[in-house]
């Protein structure tokens, strides 16, 4: 009855393969999270590629995609996820910020058509069920893992998840911007007493006040929401394109001196909580 993160992909806005990535990893958001014998992906960015032939070389049959949302940076893995070609394979695919617009299979056909990408959504062999939902809705994944979602203020719509398992708690909250003063209270709410929050830490407090608008957060919002909300631990989250290893190690050390419960994700970092 295990309940297991791993990191596929951490990086935002655009993969970033270059040496001067390599210890935090350049592929854009993809988190594997196993509890018991169900596996949900979170998110669809390039990290995506890899975890699909991870899931060919152990066989796994299924899967629950559950997207954030649907700027590129995290579906542009999605065309490139081998499972999804397989016939024997049954992924269903979820968002909460479409159900009054296209939904979430018109928006992954129209990223694989032509003339932005030769092969349509209709190639992928697999079973694939498609859910809207509406963010802040709950529901339940196989028998007994408890999702709660919520809205996040971010351009187009998002949505943050908490996953409750056998008495562990995990909440992904990306993408999203915080009012400076204001700590938002849905995030708060979703968090609360917490095992691990995987936050949308893109900026540094510096960084923000240049930035406001494009719908990102601090790592230091972070902290103050995870204090706050009495969680146990914060993951630094979706690091921004320009943010290389040695910005990231100052960071994770600036992080670590206000916080130690503060860790920044890395590709292929595990997280056991059962």
């Given at each position: 009855?295990?309940?297991?993160?791993?990191?596929?992909?951490?990086?935002?806005?655009?993969?970033t393969p270059s040496p001067r990535h390599i210890a935090f990893g350049g592929?854009?958001?993809?988190?594997?999270?196993?509890?018991?014998?169900?596996?949900?992906?979170?998110?669809?960015?390039?990290?995506?590629?890899?975890?699909?032939?991870?899931?060919?070389?152990?066989?796994?049959?299924?899967?629950?995609?559950?997207?954030?949302?649907?700027?590129?940076?995290?579906?542009?893995?999605?065309?490139?996820?081998?499972?999804?070609?397989?016939?024997?394979?049954?992924?269903?695919?979820?968002?909460?910020?479409?159900?009054?617009?296209?939904?979430?299979?018109?928006?992954?056909s129209g990223q694989m058509a032509n003339p932005t990408f030769p092969v349509?959504?209709?190639?992928?062999?697999?079973?694939?069920?498609?859910?809207?939902?509406?963010?802040?809705?709950?529901?339940?994944?196989?028998?007994?893992?408890?999702?709660?979602?919520?809205?996040?203020?971010?351009?187009?719509?998002?949505?943050?998840?908490?996953?409750?398992?056998?008495?562990?708690?995990?909440?992904?909250?990306?993408?999203?911007?915080?009012?400076?003063?204001?700590?938002?209270?849905?995030?708060?709410?979703?968090?609360?007493?917490?095992?691990?929050?995987?936050?949308?830490?893109?900026?540094?407090?510096?960084?923000?006040?240049?930035?406001?608008?494009?719908?990102?957060?601090?790592?230091?919002?972070?902290?103050?929401?995870?204090?706050?909300?009495?969680?146990?631990?914060?993951?630094?989250?979706?690091?921004?394109?320009?943010?290389?290893?040695?910005?990231?190690?100052?960071?994770?050390?600036?992080?670590?001196?206000?916080?130690?419960?503060?860790?920044?994700?890395?590709?292929?970092?595990?997280?056991?909580?059962?």
């Open positions: 009855m295990s309940f297991k993160i791993k990191f596929w992909g951490v990086r935002g806005s655009i993969a592929n854009t958001s993809c988190i594997e999270v196993a509890m018991g014998g169900e596996r949900v992906i979170l998110d669809a960015g390039t990290g995506i590629r890899n975890l699909g032939h991870w899931f060919l070389k152990k066989e796994q049959k299924k899967a629950h995609l559950l997207l954030s949302h649907t700027h590129w940076d995290h579906i542009n893995g999605f065309p490139f996820f081998s499972p999804a070609f397989r016939k024997d394979r049954h992924f269903t695919i979820m968002a909460g910020h479409l159900i009054d617009k296209q939904g979430i299979k018109a928006i992954l349509p959504l209709e190639v992928m062999g697999s079973k694939m069920d498609f859910e809207d939902f509406r963010a802040g809705d709950k529901f339940t994944l196989g028998r007994s893992i408890k999702v709660t979602t919520a809205p996040l203020n971010h351009p187009d719509g998002a949505t943050a998840y908490r996953f409750d398992y056998r008495g562990k708690s995990m909440c992904y909250v990306t993408d999203t911007e915080h009012v400076i003063g204001k700590p938002d209270q849905r995030i708060l709410s979703l968090i609360e007493g917490a095992d691990v929050v995987v936050y949308d830490s893109t900026y540094t407090d510096e960084e923000f006040t240049g930035k406001m608008g494009w719908g990102h957060s601090t790592w230091q919002e972070g902290v103050r929401l995870c204090r706050a909300a009495n969680v146990r631990m914060l993951i630094i989250f979706h690091h921004d394109p320009d943010h290389e290893d040695l910005f990231m190690e100052r960071l994770e050390s600036e992080a670590r001196q206000m916080w130690p419960n503060a860790l920044v994700a890395r590709e292929n970092m595990r997280i056991n909580l059962l």
